[in-house]
């Protein structure tokens, strides 16, 4: 946690589907109108699954559409949004020894 931006990509790289990953993140909350951009730091955990292939496919297919209804400036929504769409991102201030990535998963599946 060196104050990096995240790479999006590095952390998609190579997931399988079903896959989790965890990685240790400083959120910035930057607030409503940006007048706080980089004073509020606190540390957090990012969980990542991969979803599996009709999952992805469905949740990127809902994202173009969205965007289409929406009529937006840009012809296409973000790369990073159609790819992000294959991916369950749970944020949490709970820590890695106290739960493990797989119960964060599942905690977020009862709700």
């Known amino acids: 946690m060196d104050g990096a931006r995240l790479d ?5 790289a ?8 965890e990685h240790e993140v400083l959120v910035d909350h930057s ?6 951009r980089g004073t509020s730091t606190f540390r957090a955990r990012l969980v990542v699954r ?4 009709v999952s992805t496919l469905r949740a990127q297919r809902a ?24 991916f ?3 944020l949490t201030s709970i820590s890695a020894p106290e739960t493990a990535p797989e119960e964060v998963a599942e905690t977020y599946r009862l709700h």
């Open 8 to 12: 999006w990509n590095a952390i998609y």
């Open 14 to 21: 190579g997931m399988q589907p079903g896959e989790l990953a």
């Open 31 to 36: 607030g409503s109108k940006g007048e706080l």
């Open 50 to 53: 991969r979803k599996d292939d």
């Open 63 to 86: 994202i173009r559409d969205a965007h289409r209804k929406k009529q937006r400036a840009a012809p296409h929504p973000r790369p990073l949004t159609v790819t992000s769409a294959g």
């Open 88 to 90: 369950l991102l749970l």
